[in-house]
Every structure is written in structure tokens, then in C-alpha cells.
């Protein structure tokens, strides 16, 4: 395996807006995430944890600094597949099958559909989602909706996970079943994993704590997982 880092940010910042009306979302920001890292990511609201994983995960730009990933690629080759990422609100696509939409990522990165949907069935079955296969997302609830997106996420077995408050919208069990499919998917690929979280549960099940606040990165603190 890469001694590389999975990414690495210098001096990331993120800026909304201009002039008066400017928002700093993030300050400049230094950090990485190691093969295998299990990283919490807490903060209060607003203080910056989604800008933090969208530029993580390449789907924001910084307005000064870089982010890079030495050991997956170039920023336009992260996804779908070597960057898996679950998102706070509701991302399943309206027109799609539980199915479809787990399978998707797969199907974009190249897949073909048989493949794609075998492996599908097998992330589904993983989370016990199998039932809700021929399901339109209008015909389950939130709660399964967030646990068919780990699916989707999960899939295409990720170097890095980016999870963006996962639990937030789901009952304490399934939260919890939710943590343990994420740490045994990181566990089984050698992935890194970083969760954004409100949920002091989740938090303190991951060994490594990343604190945020008012846009500014905290040095991380070494935790025993509970």
C-alpha cells in the first residue's frame, strides 16, 4: 500500500461571496488523510465540516491553497469510484430504482450493467436493504434513503469514504448499524474514513478527532474508540 497520503490539503481555504458580503466558510487549512485513517469530524453547525469534505472530496475548489491526492489521482479522476461519499441531505436520483442508484457509480466508472448490479445486490444485501431493490426513492423513508446512499458510496469500494453527517437523519440503531457497515467497509478495503458528525456515539467509536470551529481546524487528538 501507498505511504502517501489519500489527500492532502495546504492552506485550503474556502471563501463565499465577495467584498462585504463575503462568508469565510474555511480558513486556511493543513491536513491529511492517511491509508486507514478513521477520523471524526465534530464542530457545531455552520463551522465549516461540509466545506472541509467538499473540498476533500473534490467537489469544491479552495479560493486560495490546494488540495491534492497523492496516493488515488487527479482531482477529475476521484469519482466514481476511488471516492465514495455520503452526503447530509437526500442525493438518490427520483427516476431511479434503489437498485439503480446503488449501482450507478458503477455504471459511470465503466462497469458493465450486469456486474454492476451484482455488486449492487451484494452492498445492498450488506445493509439489509435488499427488500427495497425495485423501490423509486418517492417509496421509502429518509431513514432507508440515507442507508441506500452508504450503499451507493460503498459500492465501488472507495480508497476514501467521506461521510457527511450520515446518522443525522436516522434513529439511534440505525445510526449505529450505520457506523458499523461504514468501519467494516473502511476495515475490509484499507480505505480512509472521515465522518462529519453531530452524534458523540459515532464520534467516539472513530480513533482520531479533527475539531472545528468558526472555520479553523483544531489540531486532532488521539481518542480510544469506544
Excluded at 155 to 180: K, M
Aim: aromatic content about 2%; hydrophobic content about 40%; some cysteine.
Amino acid at each position: 500500500m501507498s505511504l502517501e497520503p489519500l489527500v492532502r490539503c495546504r492552506g485550503a481555504a474556502r471563501t463565499y461571496g465577495e467584498g462585504s458580503t463575503a462568508t469565510v466558510a474555511l480558513q486556511p487549512t493543513d491536513c491529511e488523510v492517511e491509508p486507514r485513517a478513521r477520523i471524526a469530524l465534530v464542530g457545531p453547525s455552520g463551522s465549516g465540516k461540509s466545506t472541509l469534505i467538499h473540498l476533500v472530496a473534490g467537489l469544491d475548489e479552495p479560493t486560495s491553497g490546494a488540495v491534492e491526492w497523492p496516493a488515488i489521482g487527479e482531482r477529475d479522476a476521484l469519482r466514481p469510484g476511488r471516492v465514495g461519499v455520503i452526503f447530509q441531505g437526500p442525493s438518490l436520483l427520483p427516476p431511479l430504482t434503489v437498485l439503480e442508484n446503488t449501482a450507478l457509480p458503477l455504471v459511470l466508472a465503466g462497469e458493465a450493467d450486469t456486474p454492476a448490479r451484482a455488486r449492487a445486490l451484494q452492498t445492498l444485501e450488506t445493509l439489509g436493504l435488499l427488500d427495497l431493490c425495485d423501490k423509486l426513492p418517492e417509496e421509502i423513508s429518509g431513514g432507508q434513503a440515507q442507508q441506500v446512499a452508504v450503499a451507493r458510496a460503498l459500492a465501488g469500494e472507495p480508497s476514501l469514504i467521506l461521510a457527511d453527517e450520515p446518522t443525522g437523519q436516522v434513529d439511534r440503531a440505525t445510526g449505529a448499524r450505520i457506523a458499523d457497515v461504514l468501519l467494516a467497509a473502511a476495515d475490509a478495503s484499507g480505505a480512509g474514513l472521515l465522518i462529519a458528525t453531530h452524534d458523540p456515539t459515532v464520534a467516539a467509536r472513530l480513533p482520531l478527532r479533527w475539531q472545528i470551529n468558526s472555520g479553523r481546524l483544531e489540531p486532532s487528538h488521539e481518542l480510544k474508540p469506544a
